[in-house]
């Protein structure tokens, strides 16, 4: 079906930001591609299903312009500015985003009584991939804290959502 019905707009434009300080922490810290690719390409898809969700939920308007222009200009700031503090404080904020960006999802789920169209799937996937990336961390990355913090939090709540999506049904 082409709907979007379920999927909170906030929980999407939460978890791009959050990946995106992500990918920009890695970039600045100079950590080998191999330590994040997962995370361009999970930010890349979160881009993808903001947009979807945006359409099909037909809230493009000004604001979902502007915040797509700030979101954009502030990356590009972001890569080619700023100093170590400011990207570790990126990182941090990181975190508190990525608990922030699955709490409107978790809640509108319990709200409901029912996990909408989220895809048992993508919530399985989403769990194995933190726990992946904990690992790849802990490899590539020298167990950087910021991150394995970042993808501990991320682990929880995804399977939080997973647990929703496995007691509500789909």
Known sequence: TKNANG???STWWLKLVSFTCTDIYNIKKGFPISAFSES???TLEAAAVLGLVTYYQKRINETAVLLTCAYLVLTSWALSSPSYEWISAAQ????VLSTSALLPQIKQNFDRGESG???PVTSSLASVGCAVRLFTTMELA??????LLNYGVALVLN???LSQVIYYGT
């Open 92 to 95: 941090i904020f990181a975190t």
């Open 159 to 161: 399977l939080s959502v």
């Open 40 to 42: 361009l390409i999970i």
């Open 142 to 147: 020298g167990g950087d804290t910021l991150l």
């Open 7 to 9: 999927l909170a707009v």
């Open 117 to 119: 169209d989220y895809s």
